[in-house]
Structures are given as structure tokens and as C-alpha cells.
């Protein structure tokens, strides 16, 4: 086995249904849902606003040069409403494709792209309506060989993704959540939506529910409350 050099073409998905109703939850209410888990660095964040959400399931590479050869080489691995995650680590000199090659993706279906390192031509990206989130953004492309992982684990923003994770992504973050506990996690969110929005009459009226509870709790932690 070419540790550090190989492409896996296949690997195992997640239920199409699964993934399109965690789409449907912001990603502040799923990282609340996993306890924080799964919350990828907001140093990776949308490369061009407004960026309209997405969700879909993980393609995965490993780039620690940034080569693009296998950048593309992932590319071909997407199907429509997938995902491709990339690891350049963290490196934001050079970008690992642009709007010309990306193009292609749009016109294949594919729901988004998530990257620790650079992307450029965000312009291009912006006109096809392809969100991406990046590190950051570069004029120059990385070299075209190069080393790379295609469909394995991999780091991204400080998270584990696995190929056939689900990522969700807004403009106010991106979380994975891990294919084997998609069902869980979802189960985990519908309770979270519900219970938030049995305080909503409360919000509508002005309130803050709980607040009796919460100033006995400061007042046991030693605050003072002053008339």
C-alpha cells in the first residue's frame, strides 16, 4: 500500500433521506446537538456572501502539497449532492482549483466545498452559485504532482471527516456529523428544534424564560443582585 499516495473510488454512503433532513438544521442547532462536536474552525468560512447554504455527503482528500492533479482526481469522485472536503493544511499560498475546473462540478450536482487552504476566482464561484468554504483565497494554483489521499480520514478546521460523513454548511459555520451517528444526531436535533420552540410564545411576549432559575444558580456561584 502507497501510504500517503492512493485513491479510493468507493466507500460507503449514507441514506440520500438522512442527509436531506439534516440539511434541513442550521449548524449552530447540530453543533448543539452533538455537544459541540463536530464544529469545524470558523477560519474556514464561505469565500464570497451571501452563500446560500448546503448539506451532502463527504468526499475526501488529502493534499499536503496542494497538488492539483489529485485535487482533480477527487473531483471525479463526486456525485451529485456530495461534498468534497479538502486538506491542503492549512496552507493559503496556493489554491487548490478555481472557477474553470469548479464549473464542472456544478454542472455534476455537487452540493458544495469545504476547504482547509486556499481557493481562487470566488467571483466565478459567486455566478454558479457554488458554495465554498476556505482558508482563505490565492492568485496562484499549487503544483500539478504531488502526493495525495483520495476517500480517506482526514483533518479539516480541527475536525475528523470520514468519507460518507455529512457536512452541513451555513454562514454561520460548518459541522460534520459522523455517518454512523447520523441517526442518531438527527433524532438529537428534531428534540432540540422542539424544545426551543416551545419558548417562542415567550420570545413573542418579550420574555426570557428560565431567568428564575438562572439568577438562583449565579446567586449560588456568589453574585450579588442589588435593588
Given at each position: 500500500?502507497?501510504?500517503?499516495?492512493?485513491?479510493?473510488?468507493?466507500?460507503?454512503?449514507?441514506?440520500?433521506?438522512?442527509?436531506?433532513?439534516?440539511?434541513?438544521?442550521?449548524?449552530?442547532?447540530?453543533?448543539?446537538?452533538?455537544?459541540?462536536?463536530?464544529?469545524?474552525?470558523?477560519?474556514?468560512?464561505?469565500?464570497?456572501?451571501?452563500?446560500?447554504?448546503?448539506?451532502?455527503?463527504?468526499?475526501t482528500a488529502s493534499l499536503p502539497t496542494g497538488s492539483f492533479s489529485m485535487t482533480k482526481i477527487a473531483m471525479l469522485q463526486c456525485q451529485e449532492g456530495d461534498v468534497l472536503v479538502?486538506?491542503?493544511?492549512?496552507?493559503?499560498?496556493?489554491?487548490?482549483?478555481?472557477?474553470?475546473?469548479?464549473?464542472?462540478?456544478?454542472?455534476?450536482?455537487?452540493?458544495?466545498?469545504?476547504?482547509?487552504?486556499?481557493?481562487?476566482?470566488?467571483?466565478?464561484?459567486?455566478?454558479?452559485?457554488?458554495?465554498?468554504?476556505?482558508?482563505?483565497?490565492?492568485?496562484?494554483?499549487?503544483?500539478?504532482?504531488?502526493?495525495?489521499?483520495?476517500?480517506?480520514?482526514?483533518?479539516?478546521?480541527?475536525?475528523?471527516?470520514?468519507?460518507?460523513?455529512?457536512?452541513?454548511?451555513?454562514?454561520?459555520?460548518?459541522?460534520?456529523?459522523?455517518?454512523?451517528?447520523?441517526?442518531?444526531?438527527?433524532?438529537?436535533?428534531?428534540?432540540?428544534?422542539?424544545?426551543?420552540?416551545?419558548?417562542?410564545?415567550?420570545?413573542?411576549?418579550?420574555?426570557?424564560?428560565?431567568?428564575?432559575?438562572?439568577?438562583?444558580?449565579?446567586?449560588?456561584?456568589?453574585?450579588?443582585?442589588?435593588d
Amino acid at each position: 500500500m502507497p501510504l500517503g499516495f492512493q485513491v479510493y473510488r468507493d466507500f460507503p454512503r449514507p441514506d440520500k433521506e438522512i442527509v436531506t433532513a439534516l440539511g434541513e438544521y442550521f449548524s449552530a442547532d447540530l453543533a448543539d446537538a452533538m455537544n459541540k462536536a463536530g464544529a469545524v474552525s470558523r477560519d474556514i468560512k464561505p469565500v464570497y456572501r451571501p452563500m446560500r447554504r448546503f448539506c451532502g455527503t463527504a468526499v475526501t482528500a488529502s493534499l499536503p502539497t496542494g497538488s492539483f492533479s489529485m485535487t482533480k482526481i477527487a473531483m471525479l469522485q463526486c456525485q451529485e449532492g456530495d461534498v468534497l472536503v479538502l486538506n491542503a493544511y492549512g496552507d493559503v499560498k496556493h489554491a487548490l482549483l478555481g472557477g474553470h475546473v469548479a464549473h464542472s462540478l456544478t454542472v455534476r450536482g455537487i452540493a458544495g466545498i469545504v476547504a482547509d487552504g486556499a481557493i481562487r476566482d470566488s467571483s466565478e464561484l459567486q455566478e454558479d452559485d457554488l458554495p465554498v468554504c476556505a482558508r482563505g483565497t490565492a492568485v496562484v494554483v499549487g503544483g500539478h504532482d504531488g502526493p495525495g489521499e483520495i476517500n480517506v480520514p482526514i483533518a479539516c478546521g480541527g475536525v475528523v471527516v470520514n468519507p460518507g460523513d455529512i457536512v452541513v454548511a451555513d454562514e454561520d459555520g460548518i459541522v460534520v456529523v459522523p455517518q454512523e451517528h447520523a441517526e442518531y444526531v438527527l433524532n438529537e436535533v428534531a428534540a432540540l428544534k422542539k424544545r426551543h420552540e416551545a419558548n417562542d410564545p415567550a420570545y413573542d411576549r418579550g420574555e426570557l424564560p428560565g431567568m428564575d432559575a438562572i439568577e438562583e444558580r449565579i446567586r449560588a456561584s456568589g453574585c450579588e443582585f442589588y435593588d
